[in-house]
């Protein structure tokens, strides 16, 4: 989607504001001995609260209203009777659509008690995804997002998933330009445009080079099996400084 009236800008703030309370709210709420089913539906309950519908549930029939990941998966895990753990790293997702709009957001968390060195990979994951927003300008190359992320997890250490992407939205939850490298791709030439509405979500990984599917058909693992955090905003592209519309009320 390209914003082109102040109205388009308004109706995508506004559910970017429900997804990314959505999601502050379920980790805020997330502890050991909880079932992800039960974590799944608080998120369904406060999106349905606020007249905003599932994405994944509708657009693809995710068998969820949230994707809930935990430890070895990394993206898209469907919530159900796996309980929490201590010390679980979770990743949420929460994306939903509501009057014609759709926003994106998701984060990664560890539950406590944390291991030593822990807290540096949540950290550098979302400093990562921060690098790469700041490359979102109107005239800028769209690869310049995955070159900035690359340079940065070459200097820490870590790998990117690379087949996990950033990706178009708006009007639909995935739409042009359909895949957005997070990693360095030197063979994309497309250029950002003014007022081009993507999300910018990097896989760091202590090693994890693939996400490759598991048996339920939607859950995906890092192949080689290591550590995966993701972390996730809807953004749109300005002359400037981008307008991050997934932040919830209390930033």
Request: net charge neutral.
């Amino acid at each position: 989607m390209t914003i082109t009236q102040e109205d388009e800008l308004d109706g995508l703030k506004h559910i970017g504001r429900i997804v990314a309370n959505t999601l502050q709210a379920m980790s805020t709420a997330a502890r050991p001995g909880m079932t992800t089913a039960e974590l799944d539906a608080i998120g369904r309950r406060l999106l349905d609260r606020d007249g905003a519908v599932s994405a994944p549930e509708s657009t693809y029939g995710f068998p969820g209203a949230t994707c809930i990941s935990v430890n070895e998966e990394i993206a898209h895990g469907i919530p159900g009777a796996r309980v929490l753990a201590p010390g679980d790293l979770v990743n949420i997702d929460v994306s939903a659509s509501k009057n014609g709009f759709f926003a994106d957001t998701g984060a990664s968390f560890r539950l406590p008690p944390q291991r030593l060195g822990q807290d540096r990979l949540c950290r550098d994951g979302r400093q990562a995804m921060q690098i790469g927003i700041a490359q979102v300008r109107a005239g800028r190359p769209l690869s310049g997002i995955g070159q900035a992320i690359g340079r940065f997890a070459a200097r820490r250490g870590y790998s990117l998933v690379r087949n996990l992407a950033s990706h178009g939205i708006g009007r639909a939850l995935h739409e042009y330009p359909q895949e957005i490298a997070t990693w360095p791709d030197n063979g994309d030439r497309r250029r950002i445009t003014r007022g081009l509405v993507l999300t910018v979500e990097p896989f760091l990984s202590r090693g994890g080079l693939w996400a490759t599917e598991t048996g339920d058909g939607w859950t995906l693992v890092a192949e080689p099996r290591a550590e995966v955090v993701q972390y996730e905003h809807t953004v749109v592209a300005t002359g400037g400084k981008p307008i991050i519309v997934t932040l919830p009320d209390r930033a």
